[in-house]
T-cell receptor, first 117, second 115 residues
Framework: GAGVSQSPSNKVTEKGKDVELRCDPI?????LYWYRQSLGQGLEFLIY????????KSGLPSDRFSAERTGGSVSTLTIQRTQQEDSAVYLC???????????????FGEGSRLTVL | AQSVAQPEDQVNVAEGNPLTVKCTYS??????LFWYVQYPNRGLQFLLK??????LVKGSYGFEAEFNKSQTSFHLKKPSALVSDSALYFC?????????????FGSGTRLSIRP
């Protein structure tokens, strides 16, 4: 597609349930990032992928959070046993590889708003 | 530790006046610096970037930013503010690491332009 696509756009779940959030990056973008934004707040880095590997997972808040990327394209962020503090907007972004004139600015999706009751 | 700071949670400016949104960084090496804007209920949009070269970079919607290496700052500026500039602004820095690297964001500054 033309832009970064995220689904679902809105997810309401009960405490303790698992959720999966999907990100489809811009075609050809090798780098993919996940961030979390609490209401009106800044962006908290979660994880980024270069291809299918994740050089930096340092931002994942706990072992309930995991992410994978397959085929160098679609990524899924999974939150197990959701807690109320997981409620936030989860943003995905992609960028082209840093090479030549590509300076790797991020292109963001519209986000997935997660509400844990 | 590497970090980005936006010292002002909110900036209020009258329409037509110049605006400045401040950003300082603490990163080893030569960072790439970015500004992004988030309009209400929208995703983040890229505004401008500094990679190398002229310290004054120009971007979308009439915005510009000045890179100051000695002060480790990258303040966002616009000569004449518009009400439509009201939004949440984020400064970001790409941490040098291999060929695709972690990008960290400041906490954001809410810009409010009054008519």
């Amino acid at each position: 597609g033309a832009g970064v696509s995220q689904s679902p756009s809105n997810k309401v779940t009960e405490k303790g349930k698992d959720v999966e959030l999907r990100c489809d990056p811009i075609s050809g973008h090798t780098a993919l990032y996940w961030y979390r934004q609490s209401l009106g707040q800044g962006l908290e880095f979660l994880i980024y992928f270069q291809g299918n590997s994740a050089p930096d997972k340092s931002g994942l808040p706990s072992d309930r959070f995991s992410a994978e990327r397959t085929g160098g394209s679609v990524s899924t962020l999974t939150i197990q046993r959701t807690q109320q503090e997981d409620s936030a907007v989860y943003l995905c972004a992609s960028s082209s590889r840093l090479a030549g004139g590509n300076t790797g600015e991020l292109f963001f999706g519209e986000g997935s708003r997660l509400t844990v009751l | 530790a590497q970090s980005v700071a936006q010292p002002e949670d909110q900036v209020n400016v009258a329409e037509g006046n110049p605006l400045t949104v401040k950003c300082t960084y603490s990163v080893s090496g030569n960072p790439y610096l970015f500004w992004y804007v988030q309009y209400p209920n929208r995703g983040l949009q890229f505004l401008l970037k500094y990679i190398t070269g002229d310290n004054l970079v120009k971007g979308s919607y009439g915005f510009e930013a000045e890179f100051n290496k000695s002060q480790t700052s990258f303040h966002l500026k616009k000569p004449s503010a518009l009400v439509s500039d009201s939004a949440l602004y984020f400064c970001a820095v790409r941490v040098p690491y291999s060929s695709a690297s972690k990008i960290i964001f400041g906490s954001g500054t809410r810009l409010s332009i009054r008519p």
